[in-house]
C-alpha cells in the first residue's frame, strides 16, 4: 500500500506541477516612431513632450534618454508663432532630469493653434483650439471600498456639474506633496535626490470620462489614489477638461493597461492618432477647473 | 466563391433533384438488411457491399443498414467486408426483393489475416466522398495515451488538416477553423464540451463506441450547422446474445462496461461508467488541487420487428476540478454533458430506410480562474431540444437519396466576469438563475443523391435549407453541397468537392488567457451567422489490394462573420455580449497528404498537412490580416502499431507542428502621466499574432500484452496490460508564455510555462 501510495503520489505531483523558464524569444521587428504630447492652456507657455520609441526588446533605457533632440518645434496661431526650446526639470523622485520643448507665449483663449514638429526629415502637423470651459468641482469624499473595472480600491469621490454647453471629457488632477515616507502604488519612494525635503506631485488619474448621457447634469467620478496617505494629507484637486484627441489617446492608454495587468483581456493596439502611422501622441487644449481643497479623513 | 460561380452550381444542383424521380424508377432486384457481428449481433458500421460482377457497390450506413439495387438475374453474388472481419460471401437467388440479415466474424488475429482479393473497403477511392475518415477503433485502443486513458479525440488529432489545441487539450481545430466549428454528435445528441480533466482527455469511454466518423470537408448535405468539421460518435447497442463485462484499471481511473441481452437477439442494454480516482490520492497530497469526474454511457434497443427498430441512449459526464500551476495561475471548473436520444428506425418496404430522432442535451460550464492578481469567472449553460427525421431512398442501382428535416430550440445563457481579485478575495459568482436566456429556433431540411453515373463517375450532390431565428434574428440560407469523383484506374481516383455551410452558434474565443475561457453565443439581430464556403480537390490512390490508402487533399476555405472579443473588452455582469464582439473574415488553405496502412502486423497512418489560416477583423490588427490563434503551418503525425506475436502489440506516435501564434509588444512608449499609477511605459504592437511558442513535438509509446486466462481456473476472459509513456524525452512543450521585467537589468524577460512533462502509465484491461 505504501509502495503504490508513493507511485501515485509522484504521478500526480508531476502532473500538477507546470514548469517554466525562461525563453528568448525572436525579438518583433520594430521601426522606431515617435511620441508627441502637447498640452496647450490659456494663460500658460506651451510644453510638449517629444519622444522617440524603442523596440520592446532593446537594452534598459532611461526614459531622458528618449528625448529628440534638434527638433523644430513651432506653435502658432493666426495672431502668433512660438518657437519652441528644449528644456527640462529636475525630477527628485526619479532622480534624472525630464525633458521637453517649451514655448515663451503664453496661450490666449478661444484660439485655434497649429503644432508642427520638424525631426529628421519628417513633419508632424496637428491643431488644437482653446475653447473649453472648465466644470466647477461641488464637493469631495472619500471610500474606503469601492469597486470597479480596476478591482476594490480605496477612492476620492468627486462631484462636478458637467459644461453643458460641450461636448466633453474630463480627468482628474491632484496636487499634493510627497516624500519618502509616501507610497506610490503601494511601493515605497525610493530616491537618493530626494532626502528629507518633501515635493509636490501632480497626481493624475488613470482614466479618463466624457459626458455622454450625462450633457449639463452632475457627474460622479471615484479615483483611486496614486499615492499614500495619512489622516490630515491635504491636496488640491482639480478637473481637467480636454478636447477629444486627448481623451482618446489616453483612454487606450487605460485600456491597454488593463489588458496588460489583467490576462483575461485582449490586448489594445495604440492607434494612429493625429499626426499618422509615424507618430503616436496628441495635441490638445486643456483647461483645468478650480481647485477644490480635499483633506483626507483617514 | 464569385456570386455567378455559386448560382450556377445552385441551378444546376435544383434541375438534378428535379429530375431525381424520372431517372429512377427501373424494375431491378433489392437486397437490404443489417450487417453485424455475429457474436455480439452489434450493426457494423460503414461495411463494404460488392456486387464484384457488376462492379457496384454501397456501404453500410450509421445503422448498419444497407440496400443496393441490381438488375435481375437467375444468382448474383454479394460480398461483405468490414475491416478485422472476415469477408462473407452471400449468394442470391432470383428475382425477389430480400431483407437479409449479415453476421460476419471477427479475425481472431491479423497475423493469421485471411486475404480475399476485393474484399477489403475500398470507399477511399470508389466513393465520391471526400474528407470524409472513419476512425477504427481499434486504432484507437491500440495508440498510446496519456495515462492509459485510450481517447477518441487525441486520435482524431493526428489525422491530416486536424490540428490539436494546446499542450494536453483534446480540443481539434479543422481545416483552420475555430473550436466552435467542430460539431460533436453522440447518437446524434451535440456534446458542446467533449473533454475531461482541463481537456486532457476526451468525455467518450471508447469501450461504449461503435463508430467514430471525421467529416472534414465535402460535407453531405444531411449534415449542417457547423463550418468545419462533423464528428459523428455511434455508441454500441449492447450484445445481444451473450452477457459481457468489460473494464479497465488505469493510473486515475477505472471503467466498466456491462451489456447483454434483454431478449436474447431482439433486445439488448450497454451499460458503461467510467470514474476517476485520482482524486483520493491528491486529497492526501494537495490541498488546492482536486480532480474529479465520470461518465455514463447507458442504451437501450428493441427490435419491434425487422423493418423497425427503438433505441434509447443516454451520456451523462461531469467534471469537478481545481488546479494550482505556474505563474499563480490557478483553475477550478465544474462542467458536464447529458444528453438523452430516443430513436426510431423503420423499413417502408425495402428501398427506404428511416431514422426518426427525438434528441435532448443539456451542457454547462462553470469555470473560475485566476492569474496574477486576475481572475474571471464564466458560466455558460445550453439545453436543446432536437427532433430529426431522415429518409435514405434507393430507387436504383445509380441512386442513393437521402433526405431529411430537423428543428432544434436551443436555450442559452452565458455570462462572465473579469476584475481584479478583492484584498478580502470575496470573488463575485454567477448565479445561472439569474442569466438572461437567449432562446432560439434552428431548423433544416435538406435532399442529397449519391449518383454513380458510370464505373469511373459518380458525383454526390445536395441542397441544405438551414433556418434560424432568435434574438432578433432571422436567418434562412440556401447550402449547395456537391462532392464528385472521377476514377482512373481501379485504384485510383480524383475528386472535387465544394460545400458552403452556416452556423449560428458560436464560440467566442479568448487570445489571451492561458486556460480555456470562452463563451457560447447564439446568433442575434448583431451576431451573424458564420459562413464557410470550402473547394476542395484530391487525388486518391489504393496500393496492394487497399492495403495501403494513400491521398493528398488540397483545399480552400473562406470563412465569413467570424467573431472575436473586441480589444481591451473587459466582460462585467451586466455587459452586454452582443455589444463586445467583433465581426471579420477567414480564409484558410492547405495541403494534406495522408498514408494509411490498414492490415497486417504493422498498421498505422502517416499525416503531413501544409495550411495557412488567416484571419481579417476591421477593428483589429489595424484592420490588416493576421494569422489565427489555431495556424500552425506544419503538421506532422505518425501512429503506428506492431504485432509482435499474440500477446505483445507495441504502439507508438509521435507529432510535431509550428507553435502557435502569439503576441508580442513590438515597442515601447514613453508617456509623461506626471504621477499617475501606472509605470508611463506603454506597448506598441505593430501585429496581431506576430510571434510563435516554440515548436511542439512528442513521442509516446506503450506496449500491451494480452492473454486469455481462466478465473478462479473455471471462467474464461481475456486479460491486458498496457505500459506506456507520454512524451518520452520529456520535451517541455510550450503551454504559454508571459513576460516580466528582469529586476537586475530591467529587460523584459520572456517565460514559458510547459505542463506535461514524460508520465508513465499503466492499466490493466479485462474481458469477460
Redo the contacts between chains.
Keep these: 500500500m505504501k509502495k503504490t ?1 508513493i507511485f ?2 509522484i ?20 521601426n ?2 515617435v ?1 508627441i ?1 502637447g498640452f496647450i492652456e490659456p494663460d500658460s507657455v506651451p510644453i510638449v ?1 517629444f ?1 522617440e ?8 533605457i532611461k ?1 531622458n534618454q ?1 528625448i529628440v533632440r534638434n527638433a523644430q518645434i513651432t506653435i502658432s496661431s493666426n495672431t502668433s508663432s512660438d518657437v519652441l526650446n528644449l528644456d527640462s526639470v529636475f525630477d527628485k523622485i526619479d532622480c534624472q532630469y ?1 525633458y ?1 520643448y517649451k514655448g515663451h507665449q503664453k496661450i490666449q483663449s478661444n484660439q485655434t493653434y497649429h503644432l508642427s514638429i520638424l525631426s529628421g526629415g519628417k513633419t508632424y502637423t496637428a491643431s488644437a483650439n482653446t475653447n473649453l470651459l472648465a466644470p466647477t468641482i461641488d464637493s469631495v469624499s472619500y471610500v474606503a471600498n469601492y ?1 470597479d ?4 480600491h480605496e477612492g476620492v469621490v468627486v462631484y462636478f456639474k458637467d459644461v453643458s454647453s460641450q461636448t466633453n471629457f474630463y480627468r482628474y ?1 491632484m496636487k499634493r506633496s ?1 516624500d519618502t515616507s509616501t507610497k ?2 503601494e511601493a515605497k519612494i525610493v530616491s537618493a535626490c530626494l532626502g528629507n525635503d518633501s515635493v509636490q ?6 482614466a479618463v470620462f466624457n459626458d455622454i448621457g450625462n450633457e449639463g447634469k452632475e457627474i460622479k467620478i471615484v479615483i ?1 489614489p ?2 499614500s496617505h495619512k489622516k490630515g494629507t491635504v491636496g488640491n484637486i482639480y478637473i481637467q477638461s480636454f478636447d477629444q484627441n486627448a481623451y482618446d489617446f489616453f483612454s ?2 487605460d ?17 494612429s492618432g493625429q499626426f499618422g502611422t509615424d507618430a ?1 501622441g496628441f495635441f490638445s487644449a486643456k483647461k483645468h477647473s478650480q481647485p477644490f481643497q480635499f483633506v483626507f479623513p483617514e | 466563391m464569385p456570386v455567378l460561380i455559386k448560382e450556377k452550381i445552385l441551378k444546376s444542383l435544383l434541375v438534378l433533384i428535379f429530375l431525381m424521380p424520372m431517372v429512377v424508377f427501373a424494375q431491378k432486384t433489392t437486397i437490404s438488411g443489417y450487417v453485424k457481428d455475429v457474436s455480439s449481433k452489434e450493426v457494423l458500421i460503414s461495411a463494404s457491399v460488392m456486387v464484384p460482377k457488376l462492379k457496384i457497390g454501397t456501404t453500410t450506413n450509421q445503422y448498419g443498414y444497407f440496400t443496393i439495387t441490381i438488375p435481375s438475374a437467375d444468382t448474383s453474388l454479394i460480398v461483405f467486408s468490414y475491416n478485422g472481419y472476415l469477408p462473407v460471401v452471400k449468394k442470391i437467388f432470383g428475382n425477389k426483393n430480400t431483407l437479409l440479415t449479415i453476421l460476419m466474424r471477427a479475425e481472431a488475429n491479423s497475423l493469421n489475416e485471411v486475404v480475399v482479393q476485393a474484399n477489403r473497403n475500398e470507399d477511399n477511392v470508389k466513393k465520391a466522398q471526400m474528407g470524409i475518415i472513419d476512425v477504427p477503433i481499434k486504432s484507437i485502443k491500440e495508440l498510446p495515451v496519456l495515462l492509459g486513458e485510450h481517447d477518441i479525440l487525441k486520435t482524431i488529432q493526428l489525422l491530416p488538416g486536424v490540428q490539436s489545441g494546446q499542450e494536453g487539450t483534446s480540443g481539434f481545430y479543422v481545416r483552420g477553423g475555430n473550436l466552435d466549428q467542430n460539431l460533436i454528435q453522440m447518437d446524434e445528441a451535440t456534446v458542446y464540451n467533449p473533454s475531461h480533466l482541463f481537456g486532457l482527455f476526451s468525455t467518450f469511454n471508447v469501450n461504449a463506441i461503435n463508430s467514430v466518423k471525421l467529416i472534414k470537408g465535402g460535407f453531405p448535405s444531411e449534415y449542417g450547422g457547423r463550418l468545419s468539421s462533423i464528428l459523428d460518435i455511434k455508441m454500441k447497442e449492447g450484445n445481444k446474445e451473450h452477457f459481457k463485462a468489460e473494464g479497465g484499471l488505469g493510473l486515475i481511473s477505472g471503467n466498466l462496461t456491462l451489456q447483454g441481452p434483454i431478449q436474447k437477439n431482439k433486445s439488448s442494454y450497454i451499460v458503461s461508467a467510467r470514474r476517476s480516482y485520482i482524486d483520493l490520492f491528491l486529497k492526501l497530497t494537495s490541498k488546492s488541487t482536486s480532480y474529479r469526474f465520470y461518465d455514463l454511457n447507458a442504451k437501450v434497443n428493441y427490435e419491434l420487428g425487422i423493418k423497425d427498430h427503438l433505441f434509447l441512449s443516454l451520456f451523462k459526464g461531469n467534471d469537478n476540478a481545481a488546479y494550482t500551476a505556474a505563474n499563480s495561475l490557478n483553475y477550478g471548473t465544474n462542467f458536464g454533458n447529458s444528453t438523452a436520444t430516443l430513436r426510431w428506425n423503420h423499413l417502408y418496404g425495402n428501398k427506404i430506410f428511416s431514422n426518426t430522432s427525438l434528441i435532448y442535451n443539456d451542457y454547462h460550464l462553470q469555470l473560475g480562474t485566476s492569474q496574477n492578481s486576475y481572475y474571471q469567472v464564466l458560466y455558460t449553460g445550453i439545453k436543446d431540444i432536437n427532433a430529426k427525421t431522415d429518409f435514405t431512398a434507393t430507387p436504383s442501382t445509380k441512386h442513393t437519396i437521402k433526405f431529411g428535416a430537423s428543428y432544434t430550440y436551443h436555450t442559452l445563457y452565458p455570462g462572465a466576469i473579469s476584475a481584479k481579485i478583492p484584498k478580502k478575495n470575496n470573488r463575485i459568482a454567477i448565479n445561472p438563475d439569474s442569466l438572461t436566456k437567449r432562446y432560439s429556433n434552428e431548423a433544416a431540411f435538406y435532399i442529397n443523391d449519391d449518383y454513380q453515373l458510370s464505373n469511373t463517375f459518380s458525383i454526390n450532390y445536395g441542397i441544405r435549407i438551414p433556418y434560424f431565428s432568435g434574438s432578433g434574428g432571422t436567418y434562412t440560407f440556401i447550402e449547395p453541397r456537391v462532392t464528385t469523383r472521377f476514377s482512373l484506374n481501379n485504384t485510383t481516383s480524383i475528386k472535387a468537392s465544394y460545400t458552403q455551410m452556416n452556423q449560428f452558434v458560436h464560440l467566442i474565443p479568448s487570445s489571451t488567457a492561458s486556460l480555456p475561457a470562452d463563451i457560447w453565443l447564439t446568433s442575434s439581430n448583431k451576431i451573424k451567422p458564420q459562413e464557410s464556403n470550402q473547394v476542395a480537390l484530391g487525388l486518391f490512390k489504393n496500393f496492394k489490394d487497399n492495403e495501403i490508402e494513400t491521398s493528398i487533399e488540397v483545399y480552400y476555405k473562406t470563412m465569413k462573420n467570424q467573431v472575436l472579443f473586441k480589444e481591451g473588452t473587459q466582460i462585467l455582469l451586466n455587459t452586454n455580449l452582443d455589444n463586445v464582439i467583433t465581426f471579420g473574415k477567414g480564409k484558410s488553405y492547405g495541403i494534406e497528404f495522408f498514408a494509411k496502412k490498414n492490415f497486417g502486423r504493422l498498421t498505422g497512418w502517416a499525416s503531413y498537412t501544409l495550411s495557412k489560416s488567416n484571419q481579417q477583423f476591421p477593428d483589429i490588427n489595424f484592420g490588416r490580416s493576421f494569422p489565427s490563434s489555431f495556424d500552425h503551418t506544419h503538421n506532422l503525425s505518425l501512429a503506428a502499431s506492431y504485432e509482435l506475436n499474440k500477446a505483445w502489440t507495441l504502439s507508438a506516435d509521435f507529432v510535431y507542428s509550428t507553435g502557435k501564434p502569439y503576441t508580442l509588444p513590438a515597442g515601447k512608449v514613453i508617456v509623461y502621466g506626471d504621477g499617475s499609477l501606472y509605470d508611463n511605459y506603454y506597448y506598441d504592437y505593430t501585429k496581431r499574432n506576430n510571434s510563435r511558442l516554440g515548436a511542439y513535438n512528442r513521442l509516446d509509446i506503450s506496449a500491451s500484452n494480452k492473454k486469455q486466462s481462466k478465473l478462479f481456473k473455471k471462467f474464461p476472459y481475456e486479460r491486458e496490460w498496457v505500459f506506456g509513456f507520454y512524451n518520452v524525452y520529456s520535451r517541455a512543450n510550450p503551454y504559454f508564455v508571459y513576460l516580466e521585467t528582469d529586476p537586475a537589468t530591467k529587460k523584459p524577460l520572456a517565460k514559458q510555462v510547459s505542463l506535461l512533462p514524460i508520465i508513465p502509465s499503466v492499466s490493466f484491461n479485462f474481458k469477460f
Excluded at chain 1, 504521478?11 to 520594430?30: E, M, R
Excluded at chain 1, 520609441?53 to 534598459?60: D, I, K, L, Q, R
Excluded at chain 1, 473595472?149 to 476594490?152: D, K, L, Q, T
Design positions: 501510495f501515485f503520489t504521478i500526480s505531483v508531476g502532473f500538477i506541477l507546470a514548469c517554466q523558464k525562461t525563453i528568448s524569444v525572436a525579438p518583433p521587428s520594430y522606431n516612431k511620441s504630447q513632450y519622444n520609441t524603442v523596440p520592446y526588446f532593446g537594452e534598459a526614459k528618449l525630464n521637453f469597486n473595472i480596476y478591482g476594490e488632477e510627497a506610490k502604488a506631485v501632480n497626481e493624475i488619474g488613470r483611486e496614486a499615492y487606450q492608454l485600456r491597454q493597461k488593463l489588458a496588460q495587468y489583467n490576462p483575461f483581456i485582449e490586448p489594445v493596439f495604440l492607434q503616436i
